[in-house]
T-cell receptor, first 112, second 116 residues
Framework: AAGVIQSPRHLIKEKRETATLKCYPI?????VYWYQQGPGQDPQFLIS???????DKGSIPDRFSAQQFSDYHSELNMSSLELGDSALYFC???????????FGQGTRLTVV | AQSVTQLDSHVSVSEGTPVLLRCNYS??????LFWYVQHPNKGLQLLLK????ATLVKGINGFEAEFKKSETSFHLTKPSAHMSDAAEYFC?????WGGGGNKLTFGTGTQLKVEL
């Protein structure tokens, strides 16, 4: 069965650079979540989308933005990267008719 | 508002002995509850879910959890631990409005160690 696809799996950026993380949800899933998991930390909610509209917002810095496109894939754009942005970024998708969320493998971002 | 408290940050058991990972939740409405497992450098895998049906939920790999509304708990158990169970476990709560969009709230995780 198709799963949530995230790309890239690994990314190394320098401070002050920009990064774009992509998430491809399971087909027919209309809800996408983004989470940030720092080393030894629990996942922190960043932002979510339902039917291409932002539906909820968590602790997402102003330097980050995200959107969900017409094909339901989502992109997380991160600018002016800081060392503290180094983390594992998870995307999850859910069918609005179902409560279960499926997670991607994550993108490990390292800022040097 | 919703929140999750995982009462133990680390649990250590011997192989073949029972596992108990504790989770308490707080929610203004009837929640949906999940347990996810994360192996080192891996993604999050769903173990089981409670969605207002049977209060005793069976999941993968022999895990089960019981939803107790009076105690606002959703503890995860397994009769006999296996070495491969060593991982981090997250209790997650969400509210289901039927239209998607509500965030998943994670507990702080419990690191399970299984010893020979």
């Amino acid at each position: 069965a198709a799963g949530v696809i995230q790309s890239p799996r690994h990314l190394i950026k320098e401070k002050r650079e920009t990064a774009t993380l992509k998430c491809y949800p399971i087909p027919r899933h209309d809800t996408v979540y983004w989470y940030q998991q720092g080393p030894g930390q629990d996942p922190q909610f960043l932002i979510s989308f339902y039917e291409k509209m932002q539906s909820d917002k968590g602790s997402i810095p102003d330097r980050f933005s995200a959107q969900q496109f017409s094909d339901y894939h989502s992109e997380l754009n991160m600018s002016s990267l800081e060392l503290g942005d180094s983390a594992l970024y998870f995307c999850a998708s859910r069918d609005g008719q179902n409560t279960e969320a499926f997670f991607g493998q994550g993108t490990r971002l390292t800022v040097v | 508002a919703q929140s999750v408290t995982q009462l133990d940050s680390h649990v250590s058991v011997s192989e073949g002995t029972p596992v108990l990972l504790r989770c308490n939740y707080s929610s203004s409405y009837s929640p949906s509850l999940f347990w996810y497992v994360q192996h080192p450098n891996k993604g999050l895998q769903l173990l089981l879910k409670y969605t207002s049906a049977a209060t005793l939920v069976k999941g993968i790999n022999g895990f089960e959890a019981e939803f107790k509304k009076s105690e606002t708990s959703f503890h995860l158990t397994k009769p006999s631990a296996h070495m491969s169970d060593a991982a981090e476990y997250f209790c997650v709560v969400t509210l289901f409005w039927g239209g998607g969009g509500n965030k998943l709230t994670f507990g702080t995780g419990t690191q399970l160690k299984v010893e020979l």
